[in-house]
């Protein structure tokens, strides 16, 4: 009988202990995360959507357990890395598929194609720009109010403590600004000045009530294969038309985080430098264990960046030596060293004025 109980007592300490270690691992750091963006982000939620911006077709997701899920790239995007650091138990959903309790996590906006511009990426088909995504944010912070039983406060409270994440630009330059046979804002602005109208249309979009917000500039898109394939007939150079027409609209954009951080009382915003890091990983590629950082690794054409990856199509075989998963995105190592580097950086020139850790910690 002593013998039974002692077993029982043992019995419940471990269980106690395993579901506190179990409970204590499932809590994330954070309540909720919301994501705004493009293909970069976008999980699935252009899925249902007629345009060519879509990668819900292997080889896309070879090396996600669930296989093509409409994330473009061979795993995980940056946000579902960024979510797992962040310690939530599962990646954040899209907009297209969450529902009800669901939502308590977070809901991911991001689209394909899409840019802070509504007629950006209609070269490619439908999708949801950032003024769309903005008001599908609104729709669900209705839908969590009725889940809070109309109790404002308390739902203004748990928002407060979430993060909003938001990455867009890189189509209004690809699919817009240097589209120069299908758009007009070429020949209507100077680079400074679309830079400027981007940033007022931004600043707007960027004005949600959130309390911790995360901002990423636009990555060194004149170093993608695309452009390394279209550019001068030479695979190796940079396009630094694009490069320096994103370095007015970046540095612009870091000058908006600083006026936020500045204006409102509360709320801390994070300027994400993805230039500095997405050059970083080129510069340091060997260090990083980068082979290939000229060509993606599924495609058509010169760097296999002229069409990108096309359905069951035959990717590289190492697709941790590449830094390009296809002509525009990157690999999914390549996501987790940039999303590491965001979370946990010290630096400054990555991370301003805080790292992704201490913002959830605020
Ligand atoms: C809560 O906020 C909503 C939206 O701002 C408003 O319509 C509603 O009247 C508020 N409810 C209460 C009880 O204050
Ligand atoms: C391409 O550019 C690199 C660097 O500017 C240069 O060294 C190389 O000769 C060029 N190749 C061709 C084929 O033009």
Not at 28 to 49: R, T
């Amino acid at each position: 009988m002593g013998k039974f109980l002692l077993m029982l007592t043992f019995l419940s300490f471990f269980l106690l202990t395993t579901y506190k270690a179990w409970s204590q691992q499932q809590e994330p750091q954070v309540p909720c995360l919301f994501i705004f963006g493009d293909s970069l982000v976008d999980n699935g939620n252009n899925n249902g959507i007629l345009t060519l911006a879509r990668a819900n077709y292997m080889p896309y997701g070879l090396d996600f357990p669930q296989g093509a899920t409409g994330r473009f790239t061979n795993g995980r995007t940056f946000v579902d890395i960024l979510a797992q650091l962040l310690g939530f138990p599962n990646y954040i959903p899209p907009y297209a598929r969450v529902r009800g309790r669901a939502l308590l996590r977070g809901a991911n906006y991001a689209s394909g194609a899409a840019g802070i511009r509504d007629e950006t990426g209609n070269n490619l088909g439908d999708h949801m720009p950032m003024n769309q995504q903005v008001g599908n944010f609104g729709r669900s912070v209705e839908e969590l109010r009725r889940l809070f039983r109309g109790d404002n406060s308390t739902l203004n409270a748990y928002l407060s403590k979430c993060i909003l994440y938001s990455g867009l630009g890189s189509n209004d330059y690809l699919n817009n600004y240097f589209m120069t046979d299908y758009y007009s804002t070429h020949s209507q602005y100077t680079p400074q000045e679309y830079a400027s109208a981007l940033l007022q249309d931004y600043c707007q979009q960027l004005s949600l009530g959130g309390r911790k917000v995360i901002v990423a500039a636009i990555g060194q898109i004149g170093c993608i294969p695309y452009q390394l394939a279209r550019y001068d007939g030479n695979g190796s150079r940079c396009n630094e038309e694009i490069n320096d027409a994103i370095q007015l609209f970046n540095s612009g954009l870091k000058k908006l985080v600083i006026h936020f951080n500045k204006v409102l009382p509360g709320a801390k915003f994070v300027f994400l430098d993805s230039f500095e890091s997405s050059k970083d990983l080129v510069l340091n590629a060997k260090t990083y264990g980068f082979e290939v950082v000229d060509k993606g690794c599924c495609g058509v054409g010169r760097n296999n960046g002229q069409i990108t990856c096309l359905p069951l199509q035959q990717p590289c075989e190492d697709r941790s030596k590449y830094i390009f998963w296809d002509a525009f995105h990157p690999t999914e190592v390549a996501n987790i060293l940039l999303a590491k580097k965001s979370y946990t950086s010290k630096s400054k020139t990555f991370n301003y004025p805080i790292n992704i850790q201490q913002l959830a910690r605020l």
